[in-house]
């Protein structure tokens, strides 16, 4: 069984991976890591990681070899607690969210495939080019989730307090010199046409978690308008907000800006995170 020609479903899986498919056994993991239509268990994804890489597989021995990074799994399933960064807005920070090693690790999973990034269509709700909107992006998603990615939005929901079936898909971010994502929301608007459907299915998004995956650059501050606020972490930190009120409303005051670096270029992981998994 080609990677390509690979399921989702557990049951072909585990029998390709029984006679000794290397990558049937590695998607296996992920989707055991993650709970997708298996029993949710880090100790058993972790197991398949290992088989998968004594069958041979090479993403999955590159993947084993990424966990090395990471502390002891207790501890890395129990992350610091972020910390305020002003009054007002909930705006926080957390230090040292990754290992600088996972920062390097992630950019070289997505360099080669990066592309103009999206904003939301009001009127459709789909992908579209906007000049307010300069840099690119990758998507880690399912086909190409890893059990490395996958710890690390497991640490994400956890920091976060959401669960992890209501996380987007991973964005990697980049910006060049000059490229910019200008001031925006990140929550979706109730009254606009397009963005009704995914509110049904999804609910809003409740938090954005960024991770500032590299620091040799200027300028590239996250800007928001509430305070005048200008953050930039260092390699492996975390910012991260509330983009709804405890009341369940939005909050206005998280219109914010991916500001231009000056020099270099900078790298960022992205996640918005829902309160529940989708129903549609």
Known sequence: MSTDALTFDPAALADASSKGDGAATHRLAVLTGMGLWVPQSWSEALRLLDLSAAQGHGPATDDRTALTALADLGQWLTPPSPQPLMSGPAILTVSGFLPPALCDWLIDQVRDTTHPALVYNPDTGEGLRDDIRTNSASQIGLERMTVTAALIRERIARVAGLPV??????????????????????????????????????????A?????????????????????????????DALMWANTLPSGGIDPRTRHAGLPP?????????QWLRGRAPTG
């Open 208 to 236: 954005t978690l960024l991770v500032y995956l590299n620091d040799d650059y200027e300028g590239g501050e996250t800007a928001f308008e509430a305070g005048g606020l200008r953050h930039r972490g260092g390699k492996g």
């Open 165 to 206: 079936p209501g996380l987007e898909w991973t964005q990697i971010l980049h910006y060049g010199p000059g490229q910019t994502f200008d001031w925006h929301v990140d929550w979706l608007n109730p009254d606009e046409p397009g963005h009704a459907p995914d509110l049904a299915a999804r609910g809003q998004r409740i």
């Open 262 to 270: 000056t020099t270099g270029e900078k790298w960022v992981l992205s």
